[in-house]
């Protein structure tokens, strides 16, 4: 980051003198639009709903109920799709329509709804507590699986009428769907086939720079990032995305930023579209759900949130320590896309992962792909929207 202020500030105090500040600079109108904006801006009919936990955080979710031509008066099949970590629902509409998940599934005849994970950008409201208060963030992995996702789906369903649909989710989407599907199992029947992109459950061999947070104590993490939110978008991630990512001549390192933490696929970035892809992430999360991250590196296991002592995790738990996430009683179908080069969901990981998948219908390895190739990349629509969207045709 400090590379990028670097050029910020070069092209600031250079380009006026050399005329040159807007030389080079095309801004791509979406990365200064909302969800719902950007959803309008391609001609979809949309929908915007909040959904109250059963703690009481207020979630926004998003609907494109059809695609762009006359909607149909009989019902579609819903689809869901939820994001990974600090990011949001606007993953699957940052490309044109076609290259964009939920713009190709709602043009194939499907209802698609986006979820927002709590703490987000677009779900950042409780009943009772403030964003202010340390309370609203003591939230990580186990609070989104445990009541965003079934309260969401349960929302979902009594919109539509429908009582079961399909479930997308991009790694952390895919790990808290892992956890409620092998421990809810009436959200389970509701669901028809489980889409897992870069599955993450373990991350013992991760090779992502959230690595760092493990040499931290819990104590030195809070002194360094507080105990309430962690990434948010700021106004100068913005300004960074809008004003010097959007020039051609900072592509190469605005990319490689982005590269460093997911893993390298620079042939299948469309770099003229980085501004919309940094404009639209980090989208935050707690710190709580950091820690949570950097536990399940430290222990290479697949686990609930250690509280840090007994009575604590008594408290939540009923038992002395967090229990184990056990993947195997998951009876899901589920279908599994994973990225030789994805440096988040390590490939050591996912050969543990799927041998406890117990209905796993469909795998396959894209040897080049990155954590972010899954919605970013150029091919993705060969390599796994198609075969996606052909599952969801033969199941139905």
């Known amino acids: 980051m400090w590379q990028l202020l670097a050029a910020a500030c070069w092209m600031l105090l250079l380009g006026p003198l050399y005329g040159c500040h807007k030389k080079g600079r095309i801004t791509n109108p979406e990365a200064n639009m909302n969800i719902s904006q950007t959803i309008s801006y391609w001609g979809y009919p949309y929908e915007e709903y909040d959904v109250v936990t059963k703690d009481e955080y207020v979630l926004g979710i998003y609907r494109i109920p059809h695609g762009r031509g006359c909607p149909s008066k009989a019902p579609r099949p819903v ?3 939820q ?3 600090v990011a949001s629902a606007s993953i699957w509409i940052c490309n044109p329509p076609n290259s964009s998940l939920a713009f190709l599934l709602a043009d194939n005849g499907y209802d698609v709804w986006m979820g ?6 677009w779900s950042r409201k409780h009943l009772k507590f403030s964003t202010k208060s340390p309370e609203f963030w003591a ?3 186990d609070e989104m699986a445990k009541y965003d996702l079934p309260d969401t789906i349960d929302f979902i369903v009594e919109k539509t009428g429908q009582e079961r649909l399909y479930y997308v989710g991009h790694s952390q989407g895919t790990t808290i769907a892992f956890i409620a599907f092998s421990t809810n199992p009436e959200l ?4 028809k086939i489980f889409f897992a992109l870069a599955p993450v459950t373990t991350v013992k061999y991760t090779r992502s720079p959230m690595r760092k947070l493990t040499t931290l104590s819990r104590a030195a993490v809070k002194v360094f990032f507080g105990d309430k939110m962690f ?3 700021t106004f100068f991630e913005q300004f960074i995305a809008t004003k010097v990512c959007s020039r051609k001549l900072f592509h190469h390192l605005c990319s490689n930023f982005l590269f460093s933490f997911c893993g390298y696929d620079p042939k299948n970035l469309n770099m003229s579209r980085l501004d919309v892809y940094l404009a639209q992430s980090p989208a935050g999360t707690s710190v709580q759900n950091m820690l949570h991250w950097a536990q399940a590196v430290n222990s290479g296991r697949f686990q609930a949130y250690d509280w840090g002592n007994s009575d604590q995790n008594m408290k939540h738990f009923h038992q002395l320590t967090p229990p ?3 993947v195997t009683k998951m009876e899901v179908p589920t279908a599994v896309w994973s990225g030789g080069a994805d440096s988040v969901a390590d490939p050591k990981d996912l050969e543990n992962l799927l041998p406890k998948i117990t209905r796993l219908i469909y795998f396959k390895c894209i040897p080049h792909y ?3 190739d899954f919605y970013l990349g150029q091919d993705v629509p060969q390599e796994i929207y198609q075969d996606l969207i052909r599952l969801m045709g033969e199941c139905s």
């Open 79 to 81: 689809v869901y799709l």
């Open 83 to 85: 994001h990974g970590l």
């Open 116 to 121: 927002n994970s709590r703490g987000n950008t």
């Open 139 to 141: 939230f990580s992995l």
């Open 188 to 191: 389970a029947k509701k669901i």
């Open 231 to 233: 990434s948010p978008h």
């Open 324 to 326: 184990l996430y056990d």
């Open 370 to 372: 990155n954590h972010v």
